[in-house]
């Protein structure tokens, strides 16, 4: 239980004056480049109308082209069609419409779309369909996280039921032996990080060639963290014949180069039309003091409406340091970073979608492509490294066309 002293209302003083700024002016994300050090992370942090964007309300299904078509329309089994219905799934988001047809196809595809657009069940319900229908496929996704990686393979789990299709989780922090007996049984799905992936190919416990269709999901968070060069690896080991999805929110030059050596005559889907969620309510908090900074915290997390946030900061010590006291002031928190096993972090993140915990305190980690029903704010306590780190950390929120609140710290 927590004792309420005083209430957070956008665009209010409270406080010792500080204040939380309504919208301003528009922001043109092009200016900032991706750096994880020097001026051009400070010249980003400069800028706070990049963080201010009023929520733009979203338009009911029947108000949109979408009602054209539905799960039912598909080409796909009676089995998969029966699990989508059960996991509630009926309209098609853009992104399944446009990419789950060539897929089936066989085509190879490269799709741009923001996050929480529904991408997972673009690839994940074509691939399952062509591997029921054809036991002799087997489909590898690639993924930057272990976060993510656990989230797909749940998913894959619930479009499967009852279709004998059988997958292993390929990722760090759990023990590979394990991996390497459940490679052995000759799963379906392979879906793994990077690292672990790379592990295996060395110790000569999993074959690339032994796969027909391969996914790279998340590309541009791949590059950014330092994976480029293990992908490009993976590439090199590839089957000439094969269906190659890629899926990434943005293409670099970087990227362009991987491109060309994945796809071959690729369908190209893209349904990115803004870089951040437009039901997401974007606003800053104005640092009073560094001292005084936890106290404003602990206000906003009190405040009215606030029922489940996401917490970011930059370091793992940070973190853990926020979490110690946050806790010692009565909130229900858990925490994940890189230092956190893989099991602990998953504990912490079952807790928060549970609603056992209300705030979640993380680092980077938790910012690509996972699926948390209602967080109703993103609260970034530490500033962003770049534009990138902040679009996917908001996108946490305002999910599933509901209304989310992303709030920044600047000083």
């Not at 992936?197 to 590059?223: G, P, T, Y």
């Not at 609603?355 to 980690?365: G, H, K, P, R, S």
């Amino acid at each position: 239980m927590f004792i309420k002293t005083r209430s957070f209302k956008p665009g209010k003083k409270y406080g010792n004056g500080s204040f939380v700024r309504q919208n301003r002016q528009g922001y043109n994300p092009n200016r900032f480049r991706r750096s994880r050090y020097g001026s051009q992370r400070s010249e980003f942090g400069r800028d706070i109308s990049v963080f201010v964007k009023k929520a733009v309300p979203v338009l009911d299904s029947s108000d949109t082209v979408m009602e054209e078509k539905t799960f039912s329309d598909f080409e796909i089994s009676n089995p998969l069609k029966t699990n989508i219905t059960t996991k509630g799934y009926t309209q098609p988001t853009p992104i399944q419409q446009q990419a789950i047809e060539p897929i089936l196809e066989g085509r190879d595809l490269i799709g741009l779309a923001n996050t929480g657009t529904g991408k997972t069940a673009a690839f994940l319900i074509p691939i399952i369909d062509q591997i029921f229908k054809d036991r002799q496929k087997k489909a590898l996704i690639i993924v930057p996280t272990r976060e993510l990686a656990v989230q797909i393979n749940e998913e894959l789990r619930d479009f499967s039921e009852g279709m004998r299709i059988y997958s292993a989780l390929i990722i760090g922090g759990t023990n590979t032996q394990r991996q390497i007996y459940n490679l052995r049984r000759n799963p379906h799905f392979v879906i793994g990080t990077p690292g672990r992936l790379k592990d295996l190919i060395e110790q000569r416990a999993l074959r690339l060639d032994d796969f027909s269709i391969f996914v790279l999901d998340e590309v541009d968070m791949m590059v950014d963290i330092g994976f480029i060069d293990d992908v490009k690896y993976f590439i090199s080991l590839l089957p000439s014949k094969r269906q190659s999805l890629f899926f990434s929110a943005t293409i670099s030059h970087k990227i362009e180069g991987i491109l060309r050596n994945f796809v071959n005559d690729p369908v190209t889907v893209s349904v990115k039309v803004a870089d951040t969620a437009q039901n997401v309510e974007q606003d800053i908090i104005k640092v009073i003091s560094r001292e005084k900074k936890i106290d404003q915290l602990h206000d906003v997390l009190i405040g009215d409406g606030v029922y489940k946030a996401l917490v970011f900061g930059r370091t793992k010590h940070s973190v853990d340091n926020l979490h110690k006291e946050l806790i010692f002031r009565g909130f229900k928190t858990g925490a994940i970073h890189g230092n956190k096993s893989q099991g602990a972090r998953r504990r912490v993140l079952d807790s928060f979608k549970r609603n056992e915990i209300q705030v979640l305190l993380a680092t980077d980690v938790a910012s690509r492509g996972l699926d948390i029903p209602n967080v109703t704010h993103v609260i970034n306590y530490e500033m962003p490294d770049s534009y990138d780190d902040y679009i996917h950390r908001i996108g946490r929120t305002g999910r599933a066309d509901k209304k989310g609140i992303a709030l920044t710290f600047v000083d």
